[in-house]
């Protein structure tokens, strides 16, 4: 089959992609959430776990797919988020769960949409086009709530406050007001707030993507994650919530651009 090659070099973006996968025994989902991600779309693409100390082979796969690999020891979704924006090299950072959920398929429709909307920041929509199976009835109340609740307390109009997708410029992070805050789940909702209240509803905007039924185990406590999500909303309100920890990757945190992953030696 001929091939136009300046046809095919046009659609390259030129711009550099980091898409960050937090993990913790995902050994069942990572290999296929990574195979799934397409490729030759831009300019450089680095695909990136952070690792929560996984007791299975969730970094073994990772390695063998070709992914950067950077264990954070220190517990917590949001913490490992805190990390990995910090040592992303990519311009670009998309977001996404380890377990096959969101649809990697559009990762580049989304950064060319960014790029040519001059957006800052892009969230995904998963209640809208989820599919069957995609979340039990009690996530799907759970997720409801807790939007209502934040659109309620922020006025800020995002429809879905829980979903792990993102697209946004590694630079929104030079202005310490968006850098997040919580080490825990509610770092998800807590990156919507911000963007909408330091980038503006113009540079931050929502689309709705597909959300499928998750591959392998579930990390998530459903009650008591609820809850500190829950109470995180009302205490960002009132300005009454704590950051643990500072912003950003341990210098002794194994990397295997190093060469000091386990699984290396």
Same mark, same amino acid.
């Given at each position: 089959?001929?091939?136009?090659?300046?046809?095919?070099?046009?659609?390259?973006?030129?711009?550099?992609?980091?898409?960050?996968?937090?993990?913790?025994?995902?050994?069942?989902?990572?290999?296929?959430?990574? $195979?799934?991600?397409? @490729?030759?779309?831009? !300019? =450089? +693409?680095?695909?990136?776990?952070? *690792?929560?100390?996984?007791?299975?082979?969730?970094?073994?796969?990772?390695?063998?797919?070709?992914?950067?690999?950077?264990?954070?020891?220190?517990?917590?979704?949001?913490?490992?988020?805190?990390?990995?924006?910090?040592?992303?090299?990519?311009?670009?950072?998309?977001?996404?769960?380890?377990?096959?959920?969101?649809?990697?398929?559009?990762?580049? $429709?989304?950064?060319? @949409?960014?790029?040519? !909307? =001059? +957006?800052?920041?892009?969230?995904? *929509?998963?209640?809208?086009?989820?599919?069957?199976?995609?979340?039990?009835?009690?996530?799907?109340?759970?997720?409801?709530?807790?939007?209502?609740?934040?659109?309620?307390?922020?006025?800020?109009?995002?429809?879905?406050?829980?979903?792990?997708?993102?697209?946004?410029?590694?630079?929104?992070?030079?202005?310490?007001?968006?850098?997040?805050?919580? $080490?825990?789940?509610?770092?998800?909702?807590?990156?919507?707030?911000?963007?909408?209240?330091?980038?503006?509803?113009?540079?931050?905007?929502?689309?709705?993507?597909?959300?499928?039924?998750?591959?392998?185990?579930?990390?998530?406590?459903?009650?008591?994650?609820?809850?500190?999500?829950?109470?995180?909303?009302?205490?960002?309100?009132?300005?009454?919530?704590?950051?643990?920890?500072?912003?950003?990757?341990?210098?002794?945190?194994?990397?295997?651009?190093?060469?000091?992953?386990?699984?290396?030696?």
């Amino acid at each position: 089959m001929y091939v136009n090659l300046a046809e095919f070099m046009a659609k390259v973006l030129p711009v550099s992609v980091t898409i960050i996968l937090p993990t913790r025994n995902e050994e069942e989902a990572v290999g296929p959430t990574i $195979d799934s991600i397409p @490729r030759g779309w831009c !300019d =450089e +693409l680095e695909i990136m776990i952070v *690792d929560g100390n996984s007791e299975d082979k969730t970094r073994e796969i990772a390695l063998e797919k070709g992914a950067r690999v950077h264990i954070e020891p220190r517990k917590g979704y949001g913490r490992a988020y805190r990390s990995g924006f910090d040592i992303a090299k990519g311009d670009i950072i998309v977001t996404m769960d380890a377990d096959c959920t969101y649809p990697a398929e559009v990762v580049p $429709d989304l950064v060319k @949409r960014l790029l040519e !909307d =001059e +957006l800052d920041f892009i969230t995904c *929509d998963r209640l809208t086009l989820a599919e069957a199976g995609s979340m039990s009835g009690i996530h799907g109340f759970g997720n409801w709530m807790l939007s209502f609740n934040a659109r309620m307390l922020f006025a800020y109009g995002i429809k879905d406050s829980q979903s792990g997708m993102w697209v946004f410029r590694k630079n929104i992070f030079d202005n310490p007001k968006m850098r997040p805050t919580n $080490d825990g789940m509610p770092l998800s909702e807590e990156m919507k707030i911000l963007a909408r209240k330091h980038l503006g509803k113009k540079k931050a905007i929502e689309i709705s993507v597909p959300y499928r039924p998750r591959v392998g185990d579930a990390e998530i406590h459903t009650w008591g994650d609820g809850w500190k999500n829950l109470r995180f909303l009302y205490f960002k309100r009132v300005g009454l919530h704590r950051t643990r920890s500072e912003w950003g990757a341990l210098p002794d945190n194994p990397d295997s651009l190093n060469g000091d992953i386990p699984e290396q030696k």
